[in-house]
């Protein structure tokens, strides 16, 4: 079976039939679709109903909850990493909160502790795991259904294992009057992979081939998966991290909840996917030290960024 069409032309992928599993019939067709949206959008649509929509609501709302809070007090959350916390700019268009292991209820406590009173942390607590927990396990199917499409199922065991999550919750603030601005400048993803759940405002665009902005419609239940950089290095430039960006435009805020997936250790491409027609891209690297470097340095670079950020790596870190 193909994959649908969503509105904005991006594959809307279903991985809620309950017979998916892997060697079935629709698992193969569904790996398929798969591995075509990556290598031709670097991002698909998916739907996957064993995340129920309580759980999405109940998840939205507290995240809601948590941005009205002061600015100052969002401030206090200073986990131990450079590339977790509370980040805003300086007009707050754009609020972006990062937790570490939120598949741990330790680290998620981290989080709730600090902004939910004792009456309601626990549930939001619930919430919050569970959520990255079903997600990571939609990870986990994508990511298994690429090694096998690429002849490497034998790396898919060690690479899960090896898989670290972060959870962002973004917020977006609402348009003023006939406003249309950039909340999120243009940027591919340095994880391995990124799955994104919205409310049911718009505002994601992705460069299209030709270099314009493409709008994606999200349908409500759907959730949004990007290729990151790190899965663009492992599968050798097969697979390619797409440019995008959020704008602003709706008088309502839009709320988003992203779970990325670093590889846990060096990151390389398994050497069946590097041969005299596909020449090795990407020197093997750390995907996390990586990302520390980012948010230490404020580095921003857009071209071409993986490899700009590998050679400065080296420059600023020479094995
Ligand atoms: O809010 C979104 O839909 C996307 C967010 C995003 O691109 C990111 O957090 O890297
Ligand atoms: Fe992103």
Same mark, same amino acid.
């Given at each position: 079976?193909?994959?649908?069409?969503?509105?904005?032309?991006?594959?809307?992928?279903?991985?809620?039939?309950?017979?998916?599993?892997?060697?079935?019939?629709?698992?193969?067709?569904?790996?398929?679709?798969?591995?075509?949206?990556?290598?031709?959008?670097?991002?698909?649509?998916?739907?996957?109903?064993?995340?129920?929509?309580?759980?999405?609501?109940?998840?939205?709302?507290?995240?809601?909850?948590?941005?009205?809070?002061?600015?100052?007090?969002?401030?206090?959350?200073?986990?131990?990493?450079?590339?977790?916390?509370?980040?805003?700019?300086?007009?707050?268009?754009?609020?972006?909160?990062?937790?570490?292991?939120?598949?741990?209820?330790?680290?998620?406590?981290?989080?709730?502790?600090?902004?939910?009173?004792?009456?309601?942390?626990?549930?939001?607590?619930?919430?919050?795991?569970?959520?990255?927990?079903?997600?990571?396990?939609?990870? /986990?199917?994508?990511?298994?259904?690429?090694? $096998?499409?690429?002849? *490497? +199922? %034998?790396?898919?065991?060690?690479?899960?294992?090896? @898989?670290?999550?972060?959870?962002?919750?973004?917020?977006?603030?609402?348009?003023?009057?006939?406003?249309?601005?950039?909340?999120?400048?243009?940027?591919?993803?340095?994880?391995?992979?990124?799955?994104?759940?919205?409310?049911?405002?718009?505002?994601?665009?992705?460069?299209?081939?030709?270099?314009?902005?493409?709008?994606?419609?999200?349908?409500?239940?759907?959730?949004?998966?990007?290729?990151?950089?790190?899965?663009?290095?492992?599968?050798?430039?097969?697979?390619?991290?797409?440019?995008?960006?959020?704008?602003?435009?709706?008088?309502?805020?839009?709320?988003?909840?992203?779970?990325?997936?670093?590889?846990?250790?060096?990151?390389?491409?398994?050497?069946?996917?590097?041969?005299?027609?596909?020449?090795?891209?990407?020197?093997?690297?750390?995907?996390? /030290?990586?990302?520390?470097?980012?948010?230490? $340095?404020?580095?921003? *670079? +857009? %071209?071409?960024?993986?490899?700009?950020?590998?050679? @400065?790596?080296?420059?600023?870190?020479?094995?």
């Amino acid at each position: 079976m193909d994959s649908q069409l969503a509105p904005s032309n991006l594959p809307l992928i279903d991985f809620s039939n309950g017979n998916l599993r892997p060697g079935t019939n629709i698992w193969i067709s569904t790996s398929k679709q798969v591995k075509n949206a990556l290598e031709n959008h670097g991002i698909f649509l998916a739907t996957y109903d064993k995340i129920s929509s309580e759980i999405k609501n109940s998840f939205h709302l507290a995240l809601e909850e948590y941005h009205d809070l002061p600015k100052e007090q969002k401030g206090q959350f200073t986990p131990d990493k450079p590339y977790l916390g509370y980040l805003a700019d300086q007009h707050a268009t754009c609020e972006l909160t990062a937790i570490g292991d939120p598949t741990s209820m330790e680290a998620i406590e981290g989080f709730t502790n600090l902004f939910f009173s004792s009456a309601k942390k626990d549930y939001v607590s619930a919430i919050m795991q569970s959520y990255s927990k079903q997600v990571a396990e939609l990870h /986990e199917v994508i990511i298994r259904m690429a090694c $096998e499409c690429y002849g *490497v +199922v %034998e790396y898919y065991e060690s690479l899960r294992e090896s @898989l670290a999550y972060i959870c962002r919750v973004n917020k977006y603030r609402a348009a003023k009057l006939d406003e249309k601005n950039v909340g999120l400048a243009p940027h591919t993803d340095l994880s391995f992979m990124t799955i994104v759940h919205q409310n049911q405002v718009n505002g994601l665009e992705v460069m299209s081939n030709d270099g314009s902005w493409i709008p994606v419609d999200i349908p409500p239940s759907a959730f949004t998966v990007f290729a990151g950089d790190a899965l663009m290095a492992w599968s050798n430039g097969r697979i390619r991290s797409v440019l995008h960006r959020v704008t602003i435009s709706s008088e309502l805020p839009r709320y988003s909840i992203g779970l990325f997936c670093y590889k846990k250790g060096m990151l390389e491409a398994p050497e069946q996917l590097v041969d005299e027609h596909h020449p090795l891209l990407f020197k093997p690297f750390d995907n996390l /030290e990586l990302v520390s470097l980012v948010y230490t $340095e404020r580095v921003v *670079v +857009v %071209e071409d960024k993986l490899k700009v950020l590998l050679a @400065l790596k080296e420059s600023i870190c020479p094995s």
